[in-house]
């Protein structure tokens, strides 16, 4: 995968890009009550949408890898073995993506990414990570964002291997953002001195992604 792929587009992706410019789906309502668990704007579901670019990789675990390069101590180009022979960890959260559903309770297992952090240790430099996926979708994201507790580096859902629709075998999940930064099929994490735009950041969609700002779209 090289940084000249460029996603087919699609439908969905010209849906998106006019919803981004429209300001579609936009409340108005920007504080987080003390007890509410639904974003602005949300609606709970209790089904799981599939939602890409429309090209699902068939990733093998033998042949896969996750290159993490870029401001780091120490980089790193794992394979399978490699990537389950880090500290793995349980998390459980809620997801909510742009479109506006939301999924409650999501028990994840895999590698933290503060674990993964310890490895390549980033350089003081390192502000922002650049996500890579196998189908040449990219997203962005601030390096305290992809730090956060919450944070995993995901090969199971509900004690199951992550299927291929939803990002399978390893996927990232940044719960406290919109799901879009949560990359499926990740195989290139890039520590970057400095802040670029993924594929939806450069289609009208916000930097950083804060559901409960509801920061949906650029200029949010
Ligand atoms: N590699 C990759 N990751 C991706 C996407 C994609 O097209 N390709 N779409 C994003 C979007 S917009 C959403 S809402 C979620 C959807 O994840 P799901 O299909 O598991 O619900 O994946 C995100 N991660
Ligand atoms: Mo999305």
Redesign the pocket.
Known sequence: MTDDTHPPETKLTTTKRRWAADGKFLTGKVTRPEDERLPPGQHLVKD??????GQQPIIRTESWRLDVRGVVEHPLSLGWADFRALPQSDRLSDMH???TWSRYDNRWQGVATRDLLDQVMPKPEASHVMLT?Y?G?TTNLPLEDFAAEDAILATEWEGQPITR???GPMRLIVPHLY??K????LTRIDFRAGDAAGF?EKNGYHMRGDPWREERYSGD
Request: aromatic residues 22%; proline residues 5%; contains cysteine.
């Open positions: 799981w949408p599939v939602l890409d670019l993506c742009v479109t996926s189908d979708y629709t939803h990002g799901l879009w949560s990359a499926k099929w939806w």
